[in-house]
């Protein structure tokens, strides 16, 4: 889980860095960021 949020914290650092960013790839690292913290929130609730 660790390098999972840190991939893509560094991915998303890299893109931004970027004097252009690119939106796309953005956008898709914001979504799997959300994803991946919602299924971490929603199996705490589903496993009672």
Not at 12 to 40: G, H, M, W, Y
Request: charged letters at 25%; one cysteine or more.
């Amino acid at each position: 889980m660790v390098f999972g949020y840190a991939y893509l914290a560094y991915e998303c650092f890299k893109s931004v860095e970027k004097n252009k960013p690119d939106i796309e790839q953005l956008r898709f690292l914001i979504l799997v960021a959300v994803l991946t913290v919602s299924e971490r929130i929603g199996d705490t609730f589903v496993s009672w």
